[in-house]
T-cell receptor, first 113, second 112 residues
Framework: DVKVTQSSRYLVKRTGEKVFLECVQDMDHENMFWYRQDPGLGLRLIYFSYDVKMKEKGDIPEGYSVSREKKERFSLILESASTNQTSMYLC????????????FGPGTRLTVL | AQRVTQPEKLLSVFKGAPVELKCNYSYSGSPELFWYVQYSRQRLQLLLRHISRESIKGFTADLNKGETSFHLKKPFAQEEDSAMYYCALSGHMGGATNKLIFGTGTLLAVQP
């Protein structure tokens, strides 16, 4: 059974804190993604990575950075959390190729106070 | 620009009624299209992909290149179909990988 896991289901942080969201996949997928999911806005891509140490900006990268030191792990970093980053964050992984399914983690609901 | 449009935020139907969730796309090449579903308190998961031409849980979707649409249909809705549905497009968009572009989602509510 394929698995994408995220380090926390719920997280509460204060404005200005540095926040780390961790994602691990066990499918040996090349590609990993971070999205935020907001009502009425759907899924918006923050960053993605197609290989170890490689990363590309998605549609809304401002205020975020990422790290991929190992193939199975993709971290999302909020350098200085702000209240407008309160959201559901979804990690996903996918094998290379257009036709392949993207597998999602359970999500982390982040609240920034 | 590559885009996926789901015009309805909410679709409410009665049990047994037909369902059609609309999806239109904009893409200059040959797209691959998917429907993803998120049931309450569950993770987002693939429902079906156009290349498979299969029916999953009674749902079907046909790619219409002339109308650039990929509507999701089911002849008789069930209460357990209530969920958020996302249409997604995959294509080569530069860079070294193919990304999925998602629509904004349609919440399907099936009333008893």
């Amino acid at each position: 059974d394929v698995k994408v896991t995220q380090s926390s289901r719920y997280l509460v942080k204060r404005t200005g804190e540095k926040v780390f969201l961790e994602c691990v996949q066990d499918m040996d997928h090349e590609n990993m993604f971070w999205y935020r999911q907001d009502p009425g806005l759907g899924l918006r891509l923050i960053y993605f990575s197609y290989d170890v140490k490689m990363k590309e900006k998605g549609d809304i990268p401002e205020g975020y950075s990422v790290s991929r030191e190992k193939k199975e792990r993709f971290s999302l970093i909020l350098e200085s959390a702000s209240t407008n980053q309160t959201s559901m964050y979804l990690c996903a992984s996918r094998a290379s190729g257009r036709i392949y399914e993207q597998f999602f983690g359970p999500g982390t609901r982040l609240t920034v106070l | 620009a590559q885009r996926v449009t789901q015009p309805e935020k909410l679709l409410s139907v009665f049990k047994g009624a037909p369902v059609e969730l609309k999806c239109n796309y904009s893409y200059s090449g040959s797209p691959e299209l998917f429907w993803y579903v998120q049931y309450s308190r569950q993770r987002l998961q693939l429902l079906l992909r156009h290349i498979s031409r299969e029916s999953i849980k009674g749902f079907t979707a046909d790619l219409n290149k002339g109308e650039t649409s990929f509507h999701l249909k089911k002849p008789f809705a069930q209460e357990e179909d209530s969920a958020m549905y996302y249409c997604a497009l995959s294509g080569h968009m530069g860079g070294a990988t193919n990304k999925l572009i998602f629509g904004t989602g349609t919440l399907l509510a099936v009333q008893p």
